[in-house]
């Protein structure tokens, strides 16, 4: 089993920025891809951005493309989510979400979920 712990959101004013960080253990390894996805009240969860498990691919949705980015640090076994600009669309709970795989995650169709930070903007 892999375990995943998300941390780091709370309320942010709109036009300000917020670093989510998933730490990940148990069976974890650089093999997983990992990624973010989101999901706000009375929507569907919906993928945010993913990276490889090497890092060196990553793919963002596009109502984040320029604001949000993506990164990981194998060696700690932490992904991040950094959010800049942030508007009260990306108001939601933010999950952290791991799988075996090469490729990049962009569906809900994983192994492993965090439980959830939750993301508040105000305007």
């Known amino acids: 089993q892999v375990q995943l712990v998300e941390s780091g959101g709370g309320l942010v004013q709109a036009g300000g920025s917020l670093r989510l960080s998933c730490v990940a253990s148990?069976?974890?390894?650089?093999?997983?891809?990992m990624g973010w996805f989101r999901q706000a009240p009375g929507q569907v969860r919906e993928f945010v951005a993913a990276?490889?498990?090497?890092?060196?691919?990553?793919k963002h949705a596009d109502s984040v493309k320029g604001r949000f980015t993506i990164s990981r640090d194998n060696a700690k076994n932490t992904v991040y989510l950094q959010m800049n600009n942030l508007t009260s669309e990306d108001t939601a709970v933010y999950y952290c979400?791991?799988?075996?795989?090469?490729?990049?995650?962009?569906?809900?169709?994983?192994?492993?979920w965090g439980q959830g930070t939750q993301v508040t903007v105000s305007s």
């Open positions: 148990g069976r974890f390894s650089s093999r997983h891809a």
């Open positions: 979400a791991a799988d075996l795989s090469n490729k990049v995650i962009v569906t809900t169709r994983v192994s492993y």
């Open positions: 990276i490889s498990a090497s890092g060196d691919n990553t």
